[in-house]
């Protein structure tokens, strides 16, 4: 079974430092790899897609298949960027999409 | 809009009562979904359905028991409540041809008291 780590559960950094959550995939094929984003009382949201290739927020995620990684970074956080953030994968077809356990981003002032 | 609506957004009922939460999605989806996100934010698939038929069943009480009358449609009902059942439960929707992004209602959210 597909497997999405997130191994921390809270991420603190100041406003204007860099990003970077973590995201470790179990699945040895080719999965599709999301982050989710949910801001405080809201819906969760995609935040990008790894074949999309883009920058969204100024968020980016590099696929590194040999580290089996997925890890979203922005260079400088702003207090907005503050949500619980999820890593998703998906195997392929419709089968179900695994969610890692999520790291909430504070941002302080 | 176009979205995934899910009714009610809270509920508070009391131990051993039947409720159920319904949920609309007008995006022409082929997929949809419900998952549990517990008091620690753990986000848990419960049940996905493709053009109304059930694909995936994790492990849930039989308690729980969803119904797709069309595959717009995908409703949870769930029977005896227990106080461990109070959780955010979120219906979603995806279509595999666009790359099985999923879009989430915004939530219902079950305390039972």
């Known amino acids: 079974a597909q497997r999405v780590t997130q191994p921390e559960k809270l991420l603190s950094v100041f406003k204007g430092a860099p990003v970077e959550l973590k995201c470790n995939y179990s699945?040895?094929?080719?999965?599709?790899l999301f982050w989710y984003v949910q801001y405080s009382r809201q819906r969760l949201q995609l935040l990008l897609r790894?074949?999309s290739r883009e920058s969204i927020k100024g968020f980016t995620a590099d696929l590194n298949k040999g580290e089996t990684s997925f890890h979203l970074k922005k260079p400088f956080a702003q207090e907005e960027d503050s949500a619980m953030y999820y890593c998703a994968s998906n195997s392929g077809g419709y089968q179900k999409v695994t969610f890692g356990t999520g790291t909430k981003l504070q941002v302080i002032p | 809009d176009t979205a995934v609506s899910q009714t009610p957004k809270y509920l508070v009922t009391q131990m051993g009562n039947d409720k159920s939460i319904k949920c609309e999605q007008n995006l022409g989806h082929d997929t949809m979904y419900w998952y549990k996100q517990d008091s620690k934010k753990f986000l848990k698939i419960m049940f996905s359905y493709n053009n109304k038929e059930l694909i995936i069943n994790e492990t849930v009480p039989n308690r729980f028991s969803p119904k797709s009358p069309d595959k717009a449609h995908l409703n949870l009902h769930i029977n005896s409540l227990e106080l461990g059942d109070s959780a955010v439960y979120f219906c979603?929707?995806?279509?595999?041809?666009?790359?099985?992004?999923?879009?989430f209602g915004e939530g219902s959210w079950l305390t039972v008291v």
């Open positions: 979603a929707s995806s279509l595999r041809e666009a790359g099985n992004t999923i879009y």
């Open positions: 699945y040895s094929g080719s999965p599709e």
């Open positions: 790894h074949i």
